[in-house]
């Protein structure tokens, strides 16, 4: 392995403190998923990552996913995972499974993992806790009598509002919350919420500093695949009307620019497969990731 010399080890920390007092105290969301979360290395990198950010001076919350790990728990018991657009179908006995895997489990490791590296961390659920107010997710299908017809995917809902209070108060008590992406709805049903969405509406409850989203690419690629570093919301909705930023990657984008428009400075979209892609971020001058802005 490559020695790195104390001088060259020395810049490099230099050159993270502005950055440093930048976030400091400073709202900083994480979706949390993908590669970077079944990868044993890549999470342990990720709980350091975080904890530093807190010895840094920042508030940074944790928002996990954890489809593979649910798609799994369902196999083992021999349910077939159907899916809509992206989005899990989810009947009465799924969103049990759901509930336990993500909350149980998934929540679970992730504090512990932070608390293995000295950091502070507690466990939150969207429903259980009442940070996310969920209404029914309604889904639209096009037939082949191209009328549109709304497809039920179930216990999968959408978060109509946001109450960041319990959120507050556990980073004031210097803890980091990591929260599961269930909502509760007004007559007290539970929801799925995709992950990527509840970030966002999180972040902009929060007026965050800014909303990392963990994929498992390099970021958003021009048409010759090169990364694209900085993105400005009209640059991002015109590469979505061309082409180029197509797929998965749109939803992903929609919920950058929702969260901006609603209060978050910036968002990234982010490699998780990349070691210590957090801190790479956050603390030097170009990043790795694509950082969309107003």
């Known amino acids: 392995m490559q020695k790195i010399d104390s001088t060259v080890r020395a810049k490099i920390l230099s050159e993270a403190l502005p950055y440093m007092q930048l976030y400091n105290e400073e709202y900083i969301v994480v979706k949390y998923g993908g590669h970077a979360m079944v990868n044993s290395n890549l999470a342990e990198k990720f709980a350091q990552n975080i904890v530093m950010l807190q010895h840094a001076g920042m508030y940074p919350i944790v ?3 954890g489809g593979p790990q649910i798609g799994e728990t369902l196999k083992e018991q021999g349910v077939e995972s ?3 657009n992206g989005l899990r179908i989810t009947d009465a006995e799924t969103i049990k499974v759901v509930e336990k895997v993500l909350y149980e489990i998934i929540n679970r490791d992730i504090v512990s993992s932070i608390k293995k590296f000295g950091g502070k961390s507690v466990s939150l659920s969207g429903n259980k806790d009442s940070i996310i107010r969920a209404k029914k997710l309604t889904n639209a299908q096009e037939t082949d009598s191209n009328i549109e017809k709304i497809m ?3 216990f999968v809902g959408e978060p109509e509002s946001i109450s960041p209070d319990i959120i507050i108060e556990t980073c004031n008590t210097g803890q980091i919350p990591v929260i599961t992406p269930l909502g509760i709805s007004h007559d007290n ?3 799925n919420i995709n992950a990527d969405t509840a970030a966002g509406a999180i972040a902009s409850a929060l007026n965050a500093k800014r909303l990392l989203m963990l994929t498992d690419i390099v970021g958003v690629l021009d048409d010759n695949k090169n990364l694209i570093n900085e993105l400005k919301i009209s640059e991002a909705k015109r590469l979505m009307s061309t082409g180029t930023i197509n797929g998965g990657m749109i939803p992903k984008i929609e ?22 892609a957090i801190i790479l971020e956050l603390f030097t001058e170009d990043g790795i990731g694509t950082l969309i802005k107003n």
Do not use: Q
Not at 261 to 266: A, D, L, P, W
């Open 82 to 84: 159907k899916f809509h």
């Open 189 to 191: 049903i539970t929801y």
């Open 255 to 276: 919920t950058c620019i929702e969260a901006i428009k609603n209060g978050v400075e910036k968002s990234v979209i982010l490699d998780g497969r990349v070691e210590n």
């Open 152 to 154: 039920d995917l179930g």
């Open 63 to 65: 928002v996990h996913g």
